[in-house]
């Protein structure tokens, strides 16, 4: 993502003096006549226009104030002696720049009523027609002081009782099912039954429809319709991109001026078609299956257009014990043929009803 730059903007500060608002790159407040403070924040206007003036928007563009080390005085990004004294500024130190003052406010801004003789403002204006009072929004009010403990009222909000009880119910839970998961048992048990089924897949050319990038489709294929979609994105323009840009905001640039900027993005298109393709697919599914014996594969008739797919198998084995009943899945046709029915095993069994380990009965 890269910004765009849409133009600059005067700022404004607020004098910690008399709390007169001032345009930001004016160096003196307009009501008390102080210098502007080295740590003073510049501050998004109500109402913001794109400057225009040749000579303002070189300023913007040369970068954070400095404050002279000598005399404090400020002076614009660049210059090498101080306008005031004559210093020196190579040791002087930037103004903070970069902090997002917010969206762009290029609409007109609502009126302001003056905290002095309620005479309505227009929104962009810095001190009152009527009776010269600052504009300047009134400041926050003080947090309170905290509470001492000794004072606190006892007692604990519902949500907060709730919230304990759900921490400790989850707790609980978690207890038990260590404690089930962890514990085990052990039982003599018999192979009561035996169960193997074994399937063959059978697969055909069949056509399919698929959809795909257009560079992307087998050449086998046929095309069917296309569209244009969003493939992806560039940070330079490239063919067949369209540029998408955020909502505009301003940024501080440290000089009594803000620059107005955007985040954008190229939204690379290209066609996404819809194809035919034949592709073998699974068409039918040959099954031998039994509860006895010697597990085998089922025989396989293939017709001239098929072939024989992916194999798969499972096996059951059945325990009974004088209480429970288990089942077991072996993993192999090798391990399978150790069980069979009437045989006795030793089972050990989890907190859960699964069988975790088995052996032959002495």
């Known amino acids: ?46 109402e913001e226009k794109l400057l225009t003036d040749a000579a ?22 660049g210059v090498k002696f101080c306008g005031a004294c004559g210093g020196d500024l190579a040791g002087a130190k930037a103004r903070e720049s970069g902090k997002v003052a917010g969206a762009f406010r290029a609409g007109p801004a ?29 400041a926050a009010s003080a947090v309170p002081p905290a509470v001492p403990a000794k004072m606190r009222t006892p007692g604990r909000s519902p949500a907060l009782i709730i919230g304990l009880i759900l921490v400790a119910l989850c707790g609980l839970g978690g207890l038990l099912l260590l404690l089930l998961g962890g514990r085990t048992s052990e039982a003599a048990a018999v192979v009561d039954s035996i169960e193997w089924e074994r399937r063959i897949a059978i697969e055909a050319l069949r056509p399919v429809e698929r959809e795909d990038w257009y560079d992307q489709i087998p050449s086998e294929a046929q095309v069917g319709t296309c569209r244009q979609a969003r493939r992806g994105t560039s940070q330079d323009p490239v063919a067949n991109s369209v540029e998408v840009c955020g909502t505009p905001y301003t940024v501080d640039t440290g000089s009594g001026f803000g620059e107005v900027v955007q ?18 697919t699974v068409v039918d599914t040959a099954v031998a299956r039994g509860a006895s014996g010697v597990p085998a ?66």
């Open 263 to 280: 985040d954008c993005v190229y939204e690379v298109y290209d066609d996404l078609c819809s194809f035919t393709v034949s592709e073998w």
């Open 1 to 46: 993502m890269t910004k765009k730059s849409i133009g600059y903007v005067k700022m404004l500060w607020t004098c910690p003096r008399c709390t007169t608002r001032n345009p930001g790159p004016q160096k003196f407040c307009n009501g008390c006549g102080g210098p502007q403070p080295a740590d003073v924040a510049f501050e998004q206007a109500p």
């Open 56 to 77: 303002e928007i070189a300023r913007a563009k040369a970068g954070p104030d400095q404050h002279c080390p000598y005399c404090s005085a400020r002076n614009p990004g």
């Open 110 to 138: 609502a009126p302001i009523a003056c905290p002095r003789c309620g005479t309505s403002n227009p929104g962009a204006a810095l001190k009152c027609s009527s009776c010269g009072a600052s504009l300047a929004p009134p």
């Open 297 to 362: 594969w089922p025989s396989v008739s293939l017709a001239a257009d098929e072939r024989q797919g992916e194999e798969s198998e499972t096996y059951r084995v059945v325990f009974i014990t004088d209480s429970d009943r288990y089942t077991y899945a072996p993993a192999t046709a090798a391990e399978f043929a150790a069980f069979t029915p009437g045989s006795r095993w030793l089972l050990t069994v989890s907190g859960f009803g699964s069988i975790t380990e088995l052996e032959p009965a002495p």
